[in-house]
């Protein structure tokens, strides 16, 4: 089967960006033809400030320049991941010109929210959800904290919603979670059109013996992340080491921080390890803690954690209660809360049978759902029904 991956690139690559990378490699290792067409937010510099306005909601440069390597190629489905800005949704018609079906990712929540996170202020934030012009988002500046782009993107937003872009040109969309997918049904998105599949964990690290006797904080130590609530919930529990790997913006103020309150002995700031840093120590730890407090979409961290028997304590909001399962494949607390934190991690950290058995779930729960062929599976299942419903038209 053949392919085309439509992408907008960030200008410092992150999540999104990798997971496409991934994906390339998963069909290419299964035999697919995979051709690219790329963009990059890095050329905006160069750019004028009204067109590149004007291209974020139709670029004719990219709806072009598509249709030209779509005949060229004549891929059977189009894989469109970010589109925001410069590719902007042209490309649906582009490819709904030439004959080609349309397979949505959904990263983020940019269909529904102007910064793309649900989050204002640092508090999870829908007042934009559902609603057809996202006026509070302009209000508030959602936008990079500016009222004049958040107008660009809303106009982006409502132009394709009077045209029935999303409904009439994508063949189907996919998102992470379960609760994704209720989120883009009350943002008006189709119900029948929506389909759940994880992001791609590309390798199965194997499982880790777990007797290091600490836990483990993975990601970028921002405050939507919990960093703030994981320390404050550190300072009473002096028996229990923290490594936290990653680092921010705010990393000099965490070691103030830390120094602080006389916490060397028992938290480790590691700053950025490897990937295979990463997992050795996912390996070793008997406990990894997930305190955000914002709407995550699928933090691959988590799978990875799984895949290594390490079971997870996580915040209580969003998808994080679904991957998350209580009792499984590890707990829950209560988010922005240090004391429920500090309550949930000393509860488990003494009964020694409860993580024995959260660790085996943690395991199975990959086996089930995460192993990178079912991940393939599941794309294909999500491919083949797109075919299968264009043929049923055109018969």
């Given at each position: 089967?053949k392919?085309?991956?439509?992408h907008n690139?960030y200008?410092?690559p992150g999540?999104?960006d990798?997971?496409?990378?991934e994906?390339?490699?998963?069909l ?9 067409f790329v963009?990059?937010?890095r050329?905006i510099?160069?750019?004028?400030r ?9 670029s004719?440069?990219?709806y072009?320049?598509l249709r030209a ?7 059977d489905?189009a894989?469109v991941e970010?589109?925001f800005?410069l590719?902007?949704?042209?490309v649906y018609y582009?490819?709904?010109?030439e004959?080609?079906?349309v ?8 269909f529904l929210?102007?910064n793309?996170?649900l989050?204002r202020?640092e ?5 934009c ?5 996202p ?7 959602c936008y990079h ?19 029935r872009?999303?409904?009439r040109l ?7 979670t379960?609760?994704a997918?209720?989120?883009?049904i009350?943002?008006g ?10 992001n ?25 992340k919990?960093i ?8 009473e529990l002096?028996d229990?080491e923290?490594?936290?790997v990653?680092?921010s913006?705010?990393?000099?103020e965490?070691?103030?921080f830390v120094?602080?309150?006389?916490l060397e ?8 390890k490897?990937h295979a840093?990463?997992l050795?120590?996912m390996k070793?730890a008997?406990?990894m803690i997930?305190p955000?407090f914002w709407y995550e979409?699928?933090?691959?961290t988590i799978?990875?954690?799984f895949?290594c028997?390490l079971?997870?304590a996580a ?5 994080l209660?679904e991957?998350?399962?209580?009792g499984?494949?590890g707990?829950?607390f ?6 429920s934190?500090?309550?949930?991690v000393e509860q488990?950290?003494?009964d020694e049978?409860?993580?024995?058995s959260l660790r085996?779930?943690?395991?199975s729960t ?9 991940n393939?599976r599941y794309l294909?299942?999500i491919v083949?029904?797109v075919?299968?419903a264009?043929?049923n038209?055109?018969?």
């Amino acid at each position: 089967m053949k392919f085309v991956i439509v992408h907008n690139e960030y200008i410092k690559p992150g999540g999104e960006d990798s997971v496409v990378r991934e994906e390339q490699k998963m069909l290419q290792r299964h035999g697919h033809e995979v051709t690219t067409f790329v963009d990059s937010n890095r050329r905006i510099g160069a750019m004028n400030r009204i067109k590149l306005a004007m291209r974020t909601i139709w670029s004719a440069e990219s709806y072009r320049t598509l249709r030209a390597l779509l005949r060229a190629h004549r891929p059977d489905v189009a894989l469109v991941e970010n589109t925001f800005p410069l590719l902007s949704p042209s490309v649906y018609y582009a490819c709904r010109a030439e004959g080609v079906p349309v397979i949505q990712r959904l990263h983020n929540y940019r269909f529904l929210c102007l910064n793309a996170r649900l989050l204002r202020n640092e508090e999870v934030c829908e007042l934009c959800v559902g609603r057809f012009v996202p006026l509070p988002g302009i209000r508030y500046g959602c936008y990079h904290d500016s009222r004049a782009q958040s107008v660009v993107v809303a106009s982006m937003l409502t132009f394709h919603r009077v045209k029935r872009t999303y409904q009439r040109l994508v063949d189907a969309y996919i998102v992470l979670t379960e609760f994704a997918r209720r989120k883009f049904i009350e943002g008006g998105l189709p119900a029948e059109r929506i389909h759940v599949k994880p992001n791609i964990l590309s390798e199965d690290p194997g499982v880790g013996a777990g007797d290091g006797s600490f836990a483990l904080f993975v990601g970028r130590t921002v405050v939507i992340k919990g960093i703030w609530t994981l320390l404050e919930a550190w300072k009473e529990l002096p028996d229990i080491e923290l490594r936290i790997v990653g680092d921010s913006a705010i990393t000099d103020e965490l070691k103030a921080f830390v120094s602080e309150h006389a916490l060397e002995d028992r938290v480790r700031l590691l700053g950025w390890k490897s990937h295979a840093e990463v997992l050795a120590l996912m390996k070793e730890a008997r406990l990894m803690i997930f305190p955000s407090f914002w709407y995550e979409g699928f933090p691959v961290t988590i799978a990875e954690a799984f895949a290594c028997g390490l079971p997870v304590a996580a915040s209580d909001i969003g998808a994080l209660s679904e991957v998350v399962e209580e009792g499984v494949n590890g707990i829950h607390f209560t988010a922005k809360d240090p004391a429920s934190l500090r309550q949930a991690v000393e509860q488990l950290w003494r009964d020694e049978d409860r993580l024995h058995s959260l660790r085996q779930g943690a395991r199975s729960t990959f086996e089930a759902r995460y192993r990178p062929e079912m991940n393939y599976r599941y794309l294909m299942d999500i491919v083949q029904s797109v075919l299968d419903a264009r043929s049923n038209v055109t018969r």
